[in-house]
């Protein structure tokens, strides 16, 4: 991921995004720009990271090994932060805004 970021911003230095947005739908995936309602991103335009995704890891609880399912999966009315990047054409979702 590290790499990805560095290699977006090296090839568009003056052209990233920072944007509050709200998840509109899961399935696909959509979401909008908080002060600009009318602008809404589509799935084909986003990448997410691990923080808001589900995945399983392995855990040592109790001196035993388990695989646990995290379930960080974006959820409608989720308001999150996302980076835009090669003007407008990627977007990345980082995490979700507390």
Known sequence: MVELFKEMIDNTP????????????ISPLTIQVVDQPKRQIPND????????????????????IRNVEVDNALRINDIILVVGFNNAQKFVVIDRVV
């Open 14 to 25: 003056n052209d990233i995004e920072i944007l509050q947005c709200k998840v509109l739908t």
């Open 45 to 64: 335009f986003l990448m997410l990271t691990r923080s808001v995704t589900k995945y399983k890891v392995d855990m040592k609880m109790d001196g035993i």
